[in-house]
């Protein structure tokens, strides 16, 4: 998937050479909207086709989520110790 | 928020028409998708580098800001391997590449259903899509017993737009750079961390 890269890199060279054209930018913001759109519908066809994703997806997205909750506690335990020590002395 | 109602009813529309009708295999060919997915990278590439919130807070930049981020992908793989221990619903690989999304749902589901499979895409979807939802709803909450890192932290890519406004107001003005650094970097990442994976 090296070329997921590539064109991301490209992307963001022509993004900084081109940053004060601001209609190009707002053309470039509005097609990743579409694309993306674009391509949640072909994800959403690919489910709807396969039995056996659209059979576990209740369960898939239970699981889901409880991913999502470890990830959160785990960001809270870190971002709570790095707070103490070094950010909060800051304060007045 | 309107933007991920927008980007999950182009999702349910898919699954109903796929559901629903019967599609000639041509509109399911993989290459179409593919070639959207390398479009689109171009353009997010576009989008970040045309960023002008990015070289402001470059200007604002101490060793702390640079921490930030680490915080979050740290908190991030943390919260993996606690999950990890006691779950075995996903492969090592796969909750690494679904937490890697940093709450970038678009393109880390579309990015892994292309990569990895369409089920990973979908998980990677709902899973990112909670990230953003509950930092959103339990900012204050996130506030009140983490400290003020938390909610960016948190809120992961997502804390330079969406949860951005919820940071400012709970966690002050003067983390807006913070959050705005740490959405950049780790929206950068998602792409990077993602093809690593698969």
């Known amino acids: 998937m090296i070329i997921v890269l590539i064109l991301f890199f490209i992307g963001f060279s022509l993004g900084i050479i081109f940053k004060t054209n601001d209609k190009l930018i707002r053309i470039s913001n509005t097609l990743v909207n579409g694309s993306i ?3 949640l519908f072909f994800l959403g066809l690919a489910v709807g086709i396969n039995e ?10 239970l699981q889901s989520i409880l991913l999502t909750l470890f990830i959160l506690i785990g960001t809270l335990i870190i971002s709570y110790i790095a707070y103490k020590i070094l950010f909060k002395s800051n304060e007045k | 928020m309107k933007s991920s109602i927008l980007i999950l009813s182009f999702f349910i529309a898919g699954i109903l028409v796929g559901k629903l009708i019967t599609i000639p295999e041509l ?5 179409i998708s593919l070639y959207v997915l390398y479009f689109l990278m171009l ?10 919130n990015a070289f402001k807070t470059l200007r604002s930049i101490n060793y702390k800001i640079l921490l930030i981020p680490l915080i979050s992908i740290a908190g991030t793989f943390f919260g993996i391997v606690l999950h990890q221990m006691i779950f075995s619903n996903f492969s090592w690989r796969q909750s690494l590449a679904v937490g890697s999304g940093f709450g970038y749902y678009s393109l880390s589901s579309v990015l ?3 990569m990895g499979n ?10 990112n899509i909670g990230r953003e939802v509950l930092t959103l709803v339990l900012a204050p909450l996130f506030v009140f017993f983490f400290g003020k890192i938390a909610p960016i932290a948190a809120g992961g890519a997502t804390s330079m737009d969406v949860t951005l406004p919820v940071i400012i107001k709970f966690s002050g003005k003067e983390y807006s750079y913070y959050a705005i650094f740490n959405g ?15």
């Not at chain 2, 369409?118 to 899973?127: A, D």
């Not at chain 2, 950049?184 to 698969?198: G, K």
């Open chain 2, 43 to 52: 353009l997010v590439g576009i989008g970040i580098g045309s960023d002008k």
């Open chain 1, 52 to 61: 056996d994703i659209m059979n576990s997806l209740p369960t898939l997205g």
């Open chain 2, 118 to 127: 369409e089920t990973l895409g979908v998980v990677s979807l709902i899973s």
């Open chain 2, 184 to 198: 950049i970097i780790l929206t950068i990442l998602v792409p990077l961390i993602i093809s690593l994976l698969y």
């Open chain 2, 27 to 31: 509109f399911i060919d993989h290459d």
């Open chain 2, 112 to 114: 892994l259903s292309e």
């Open chain 1, 37 to 39: 759109c674009l391509l």
